[in-house]
């Protein structure tokens, strides 16, 4: 047998690797309803409803061209105008592409979210802000539960339910098999969040970014998290310095996990973010 001839080889590398690279792909999750799973791990992933009277879209990715692939696949699926956006939180990578997926939508985000990214009155968008008591939207036949449970990846993350189709766009409280990244949030609180949504009837769940997921994932996810939580507690009681906590983390069972130390999105990351929000509080309380 003849072996290939390295230019074959060659060509064949540079021919070949686009095609085998990963593209966006769309997920039918419900009726009407549709996960868009991003190709950029730099971009968020999105979720839609699509009806008669216009469609929903949670998230919009990076930026322009990232919210244009998104509104491609939309477009695959239904002419009609995106009336609503709901922004899970303020982190550019999931609503850089509001202004091309729906130029005169209405934007659903927190107030906290709102505050950290309001233009100038005159160019402003028209928004819609959830209190804590959440916003329920019937569309298309469809029931979608858009809540605030607290602080936890920032101080104003939104999470959007759909209960007819047991699917939840999680923003970035939930990444699938990865450590996330920790803005000024609530460690506890995010954990209780996270407790809330798997006593929910769900099978679809749509994370901020990388893979759909299911239950289990978002199980694994919420225990990695709590072991974090525990250990770092432990070593914090203990007195024990940051860098020895880090040092005697023991979280062998979720090795798989991604981490990504340009976005401060590894295990000692996430432990030094606990680990200041426990010497905020213990602050605090003298
Ligand atoms: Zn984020």
Not at 27 to 47: E, Q
Not at 216 to 221: A, H, V
């Amino acid at each position: 047998m003849n072996k290939p001839h390295l230019s074959t080889i060659i060509v064949c590398i540079a021919l070949c690797f686009p095609v085998l690279s990963p593209a966006a792909s769309i997920h039918k999750i419900g009726f009407d309803l549709y996960a868009y799973i991003s190709d950029n791990d730099a971009s968020a992933n999105s979720t839609f409803l699509v009806s008669d009277q216009g469609i929903l879209v949670v998230d919009t990715g990076l930026n322009a061209q990232e919210g244009r692939k998104l509104l491609e696949q939309i477009r695959k699926l239904s002419p009609a105008p995106v009336r609503w956006i709901v922004n899970t939180h303020y982190h550019p990578d999931h609503r850089g592409g509001n202004n091309v997926v729906g130029p005169d939508a209405i934007v659903i985000s927190t107030a906290f979210t709102r505050s950290q990214t309001a233009k100038p009155a005159k160019e402003s968008s028209v928004n819609e802000t959830v209190g804590p008591n959440g916003l329920v939207l019937y569309l298309g036949g469809h029931e979608i539960r858009i809540y605030h449970p607290g602080p936890a990846h920032t101080q104003g993350d939104l999470v959007v339910y759909f209960p007819d189709e047991r699917a939840i766009a999680t923003g970035d409280l939930f990444l699938t098999n990865s450590c996330p990244a920790m803005d000024d949030g609530d460690m506890e609180n995010w954990i209780a969040a996270l407790d809330h949504m798997l006593a929910l009837p769900i099978e679809h769940v749509v994370p901020g970014h990388f893979e759909l997921a299911t239950k289990s994932e978002l199980q694994r996810f919420r225990n990695y998290l709590a072991d974090l939580r525990d250990q770092v507690a432990r070593m914090y009681r203990q007195g024990l310095p940051l860098e020895r906590i880090q040092g005697s983390l023991a979280l062998d069972a979720y090795n798989n996990f991604r981490q990504y130390p340009n976005y401060e999105a590894t295990f000692k990351d996430n432990a030094a973010a606990y680990y200041q929000q426990l010497t905020k509080r213990k602050m605090q309380e003298h």
